[in-house]
């Protein structure tokens, strides 16, 4: 009998390629997005920005190795990975003009992401964490407050992605969760049934 066989998906677990191909696109995106506006801020501050997106990419490149090792990576580094990215996102959109910045489209990749792998408290922190941030960089970049309502926009959006993601990710976990838990119940079931022995004479015919 495997009684000890788990019939339910670990969310991190199962979302850490989704988690890895965020990442990369986000990476991606971001240099793509710093090198093209090389015009509007000093080499200084380029460098850095670069500096910050590779160690990004590095740190990912261990995730992808605890996949292709089939290791378990701690629940904590990717969460330590997801605050990274909230924080590099948040920092290129400060760089960019704040309010004015077209970079904050990369949070809803992010929080997308984040959306059908983290557990739904921890993606409500995350998500808290993120629309606070940045509505707290808006407000000190904004030229009058008709931007107020452009912002309030941009925040339920941001919360519409986090919700729906984490909605459809809940409905496509139960569904997987129960068919492992039917496959299981079935094995064990098969498990228990006794095998046929022949019939040995309790004592041996003379």
């Given at each position: ?7 339910t ?9 989704v988690?890895i ?14 090198l093209?506006?090389?015009e509007?801020v000093s ?10 997106i ?8 261990y ?28 920092v290129?959109?400060?760089?960019q ?34 629309v ?8 000190f ?18 919360t ?25 119940g079935?094995?064990?079931e ?5 095998a046929?022995v022949?019939a ?7």
């Amino acid at each position: 009998m495997n009684t000890n066989k788990p019939v339910t998906l670990n969310p991190l677990a199962e979302g850490q390629m989704v988690i890895i191909i965020a990442r990369f696109v986000l990476v991606l995106s971001s240099l793509f997005l710093i090198l093209a506006d090389t015009e509007s801020v000093s080499f200084g501050v380029i460098r850095f920005e670069v500096m910050v997106i590779l160690l990004l990419a590095l740190s990912n490149f261990y995730l992808v190795a605890q996949v292709l090792t089939k290791r378990k990576t701690l629940d904590l580094v990717i969460y330590g990975m997801g605050l990274a990215d909230l924080v590099v996102i948040s920092v290129v959109v400060i760089i960019q003009g704040g309010f004015s910045s077209n970079v904050y489209t990369f949070y809803f990749p992010a929080l997308l992401a984040f959306s059908l792998a983290f557990p739904m408290v921890e993606l409500y922190l995350y998500l808290g964490a993120t629309v606070t941030l940045y509505s707290m960089i808006c407000l000190f970049t904004m030229h009058n407050m008709d931007d107020l309502q452009t912002l309030i926009i941009r925040v339920l959006m941001l919360t519409a992605i986090a919700v729906c993601g984490n909605h459809f990710a809940e409905i496509e976990r139960k569904r997987r969760n129960a068919i492992l838990a039917r496959s299981f119940g079935t094995s064990s079931e098969e498990a228990q049934i006794p095998a046929t022995v022949p019939a040995v004479p309790a004592h041996p015919i003379a």
